[in-house]
């Protein structure tokens, strides 16, 4: 009975330190779900306390004032499938067919599929099934079964990925690639895995601080005739690891908003998209930028911005992790580059370009076929345009965003 008390007792006593301490206010934001209090942008547990040689998932989930995740019956409040194939300019019909895109993510999410199904039926999307063959997940050695233990944390960085596939490009299939844990080492032999199992893209959406062993990593990300996305981080101006492997195209952030514009959107780069001049990784010979000699993130963006989240549904999320904030059950809105990297995946995946473009080279020479983002910045840096957006190539947004799959 002792023992029990204690464990109770050292329980609440964690709860009330992450409340605290650990999950911080941020700004209020613009969309909350009809009839919920104003809300707050919360990390997600997966992003909190990484040690060296371990990777973050880039999310950021919306909380109300009580700095509870935010969670409703019903979605409202969040960009859906349509939205994002109105602000992107996307195709529709049988686009995407034929093609896989692989998610990469840590540990397990044991509602992945029953998840996905309730987001696909709600937005009229079709089935994406392990009966149909359309949905797949395996463990990182490729194998349906024997998974890692489940995570409530990363489930909602699962269920992101899973659904900005769906909404992106609902013809696409899926495979969902589960690494043993959140260890670059686990995570990069995922990757491999899923190139093996003969995916077209490969949605990345983690990354940790820069180090000079990098460049010995970069094999894991160099597939040919693989579009391999990586979110470039939700921390404001800053490179990350895989963002910067020369082998990847690295994804942006920005905030979406409907605008009385032709196109009915506006962009401007996310305050907290990551971006800049790589330490350690070579640049390509398709960047020409003049002011980093190395690598320069992003390539291209997407939305990442909280405030102008996307609707999720997952329902991996009981006990402590629900007190505190780690995830939510239900409909829940949700930002961070983790949303954007698996929307560009889908790009490629329409444009079934995949087996012929080099890497990250192919918007470099189609610019013109991506909406450029001119305004908006995620810190202060020189040269500036290594973190404020302007015409033409910036840090947090790269090249722009989607208008259409000419770009891809």
Known sequence: MLRLRNAIVAAAAIAAFFLLNVLPAGAAGTLPPAGLRPHTILPGACAL????????????????????????????????????????????????????????????????????????????????????????????????????SNNQSWAVEISLDLDMVSAACPQCHILLVEANSNSNANLYAAVDTAARLGANEISNSYGGAESSSDPSSNSHFNHPGVAITVSSGDSGYGVEYPAASPFVTAVGGTTLTRAS??????????????????????????QTDSGCARRTVADVSAVADPNSGVNVYDTNCSGLNKLIGNCFSGWGVVGGTSASSPIIA????????????????????????????????????????????????????????PNGIGGF
């Open 49 to 148: 306390n990484v040690r060296a040689g371990f990777s973050h998932c880039e999310l950021k989930l919306i909380g109300n004032l009580s700095r509870k995740p935010v969670a409703a019956a019903a979605p409202a409040g969040g960009y859906g499938p349509s939205d994002l194939q109105s602000a992107y300019a996307l195709p529709s019909g049988t686009a995407g067919a034929g093609q896989t895109v692989a998610i990469v993510d840590a540990y397990d999410d044991t509602k992945a599929e029953s998840d996905l199904a309730t987001y696909r039926s709600t937005y009229g999307l079709p089935a994406c099934t392990t009966a149909n063959g359309c949905f797949k997940k395996v463990n990182q050695s490729g194998i349906q079964g024997s998974y890692p």
């Open 261 to 286: 514009n032709a196109r009915g959107w506006s962009e401007s780069a996310w305050s907290g998209a990551g971006s800049g001049c790589s330490t350690y990784e070579a640049k390509q010979s398709w």
């Open 346 to 401: 889908s790009v490629y995946a329409l444009a079934g370009n995949a087996s012929s473009v080099t890497y990250g080279s192919f918007p470099y020479s189609h610019a013109s076929a991506l909406n450029d983002v001119t305004s908006g910045n995620n810190g202060t840096c020189s040269p500036a345009y290594l973190c404020t957006a302007g015409a033409g190539f910036d840090g947090p947004t790269g090249l722009g965003t």
